[in-house]
């Protein structure tokens, strides 16, 4: 049975967040590990974000700090800020159509993030294909 992007972008969003709760508790752990266990089929599209997210988070956060209006990525939720470095990634480094991307940001914001989260990350996505 396929995956719908959708449904990768909510593995992605997982993984990342465990990805930071390790970091931040000093716990060993390796990302191949945390994304097999979260999704149970070989997929490029996961991989390529996760291991792009980690490795340009600090140019992230400077994006996303960029256009945060009085506030910084740090201030966010965990899952909040996750689905915005994730999208900003997506945005500067894919193909995937910038709409697309916000769409699915919002979403998962939605589910996951409250109303305020939800706004300041569709402001910060906004800002970033209008520049």
Same mark, same amino acid.
């Given at each position: 049975?396929?995956?719908?992007?959708?449904?990768?972008? *909510?593995? /992605?969003?997982?993984?990342?967040?465990?990805?930071?709760?390790?970091?931040?508790?000093?716990?060993?752990?390796?990302?191949?590990?945390?994304?097999?266990?979260?999704?149970?089929?070989?997929?490029?599209?996961?991989?390529?974000?996760?291991?792009?997210?980690?490795?340009?988070? *600090?140019?992230?956060?400077?994006?996303?700090?960029?256009?945060?209006?009085?506030?910084?990525?740090?201030?966010?939720?965990?899952?909040?800020?996750?689905?915005?470095?994730?999208? /900003?990634?997506?945005?500067?480094?894919?193909?995937?159509?910038? /709409?697309?991307?916000?769409?699915?940001?919002?979403?998962?914001?939605?589910?996951?993030?409250?109303?305020?989260?939800?706004?300041? /990350?569709?402001?910060?996505?906004?800002?970033?294909?209008?520049?």
């Amino acid at each position: 049975m396929a995956i719908s992007r959708s449904e990768l972008r *909510e593995k /992605i969003m997982t993984i990342l967040y465990q990805n930071e709760m390790y970091k931040r508790s000093n716990y060993e752990y390796d990302i191949e590990t945390v994304i097999k266990e979260n999704i149970s089929i070989d997929n490029d599209f996961v991989k390529t974000i996760v291991n792009g997210v980690i490795e340009k988070r *600090e140019e992230l956060d400077t994006i996303a700090n960029k256009y945060l209006s009085d506030w910084t990525i740090d201030r966010l939720d965990n899952l909040g800020a996750t689905i915005l470095r994730m999208s /900003i990634y997506e945005i500067m480094y894919t193909d995937t159509p910038k /709409i697309v991307v916000i769409n699915e940001a919002i979403e998962l914001a939605k589910k996951y993030s409250d109303e305020n989260v939800k706004k300041m /990350i569709n402001a910060v996505l906004d800002k970033i294909i209008n520049e």
